[in-house]
């Protein structure tokens, strides 16, 4: 059975730092492409971030430059190290892996 978990949310305020990890068992993180998303409720959810299985990181304009996803493969874990966070980061956190999704993590950045 797989599991993917995600933690490291927390409040913070705006410019500092948070590192989320999601660790995944019952699959490989090696063997997949892996990425982070955020949502609101009500709003669409938002890609921010892909790490793919050959090792590249894709990131979108909006995150770009302050946030960075690197893998852990002894640990079957990925992780997103958020820097300079803003107010509109605040969001609950996703991460995936194939088809497989954790329950979220929540990120509050006070301005």
């Known amino acids: 059975q797989v599991h993917v978990t995600e933690s490291g949310g927390d409040l913070v305020q705006a410019g500092g730092s948070l590192r989320l990890s999601c660790a995944a068992s019952?699959?490989?993180?090696?063997?997949?492409?892996m990425g982070w998303y955020r949502r609101v409720e009500g709003k669409e959810r938002e890609w921010v971030g892909v790490?793919?299985?050959?090792?590249?990181?894709l990131y979108p304009d909006s995150v770009k430059g302050r946030f960075t996803i690197s893998r852990d493969n002894a640990k079957n874990t990925i992780y997103l190290q958020m820097n300079d966070l803003k107010p509109e980061d605040t969001d609950v956190y996703y991460c995936?892996?194939?088809?497989?999704w954790g329950q979220g993590t929540q990120v509050n950045v006070s301005s």
């Open positions: 790490f793919t299985r050959s090792g590249q990181t």
């Open positions: 995936t892996i194939d088809q497989y």
């Open positions: 019952g699959i490989l993180v090696t063997d997949h492409n």
